[in-house]
């Protein structure tokens, strides 16, 4: 038995998939080498925004036609979509889909499969996926969840509804986790958590007692920090009113990338409440200055939404000119998308498309002035990149403030962390050559 996992989305959904990838594999399925060979197609989608469900849609009824030459196939949708759908308007235009189910169900998927016919053997899983042994993408770069869900209830997001409430793996799991990786010669991770720095251990007696730290996001990074053979570490994504001064404190620690991601959102106060984002324009840059004090130079990535209902040009000015002060390296810009189920549907979606559009496109520029800018300190430096392919003779990879690079080079240099001289620093790619 085959199966293709078609992935949307996140990096939380790519690390769904790798999970539930290891599942399929312990069940003992082999990966089809695409949707035509397989007997199981599972889509693992998201709910962001309507573009992205829109594509699932699409994309599933495409599939179900492969039933016709495959009669066996069954064609299972989870991730973000399913969680969502309270009263299933998703399902009803989903008829060709055989299975249905929010990815924290995806533990069930070996009973679903056998109410469907198919064949299992008898295994003993973990209770959680997240536990679940993973098919990593490559042999040197690793995606670790240690928290899904989320409590905020920010009223734009589907994340509370999709994935549930909160959950924190336990420090124990993911430690044993790393470990193992850090002995195969993995050298980087990316943590993943919707409100990562506020992870909370199930399991505090876990941490060592050389530990310094109280706040348990610190203390985990401190752990992950011990484990020899990991070069770099990196998380996703932390929420401003959990930066405390311990979580600053831990930027520093020695394999700590020299970047982070701190979604801002808006930079109005007005907007900012009206999100139920807990934190004031005040309180972001306060910490923005903090972390700049701690570790000077760090490159900082953010996500904002524009045209959030109510919006006013002055409160987009006040966006614009936090941008400036933060002088963020990156910034993943979204138009405001409306989602049934959250608090902010019930809001007039009142900035016209125009508007959204204009005001995406300031910062986008912006962003494009600010990044051209910062990247000239690269230029003519040597810098450490981590090699993540290789074709041709052009490799390419990112540096430790999570920039693209690209260098000359063979295949012998993937999964590996070499030296490159900057010959050309652009917008979105730092150039140069391999030092030897
Ligand atoms: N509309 C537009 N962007 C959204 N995001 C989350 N929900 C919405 C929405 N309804 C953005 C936020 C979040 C990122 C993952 O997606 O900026 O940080
Ligand atoms: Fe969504 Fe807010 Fe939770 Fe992030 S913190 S997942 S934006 S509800």
Known sequence: MKFHIITYGCQMNKSDSERIAGLLRELGWEEASGAETADLIILNTCSVRQSAENRVFGEVNNLVELKKTNPRLVVAITGCMPGRDKNNQMRKKLPGADLFFPIIDVIHLPEMLQALGVVLPQKNLPQDYLDFAPQYTNNFQAFIPIQTGCNNFCTYCVVPYSRGRERNRSVKSIVEE???????????????????????????????????????????????????????????????????????????????????????????????????????????????????????????????????????????????????????????????????????????????????????????????????????????????????????????????????????????????????????????????????
């Open 178 to 436: 790393v470990k193992k990786l850090a002995e195969k010669g993995y050298l980087e991770i990316t943590l993943l958590g919707q409100t990562i720095n506020n992870y909370q251990a199930p399991d505090p007696e876990n941490f060592s007692s050389l530990n310094p730290f109280k706040n348990h996001f610190a203390a985990l990074l401190w752990e992950l920090n011990q484990i020899e053979g990991i070069k770099w570490i990196h998380y996703t994504a932390a929420d401003p009113q959990y930066m405390s001064d311990e979580v600053i404190a831990t930027l520093i620690l020695p394999k700590q990338v020299n970047y982070l991601h701190l979604p801002v959102q808006a930079g109005s106060n007005a907007v900012l409440a009206k999100m139920n984002r807990k934190y004031t324009r005040e309180n972001y840059l306060e910490i923005i200055t903090k972390i700049k004090k701690t570790r000077p130079g760090i490159a900082l990535g953010t996500d904002i939404i524009v045209g959030f209902p109510g919006e006013t040009a002055e409160d987009f000015t006040q966006t614009a000119d936090l941008f400036r002060q933060a002088d963020f390296d990156i910034s993943y810009n979204a138009k405001y998308s409306p989602r049934s189920g959250t608090p902010a549907f019930k809001m007039a979606d009142d900035v016209l498309l125009e508007e959204k559009e204009r005001r995406w496109w300031v910062l986008q520029n912006l962003m494009e002035e600010i990044v051209l800018r910062k990247n000239q300190i690269f230029s003519n430096q040597e810098i450490e990149v981590l090699v993540e392919k290789c074709n041709n003779g052009l490799c390419s990879g990112h540096n430790n403030e999570m920039k693209f690079v690209q260098l000359n080079g063979d295949e012998t240099l993937v999964g590996k962390i070499v030296k490159m001289k900057v010959d050309e620093a652009g917008m979105w790619v730092l150039r140069g050559k391999l030092v030897i």
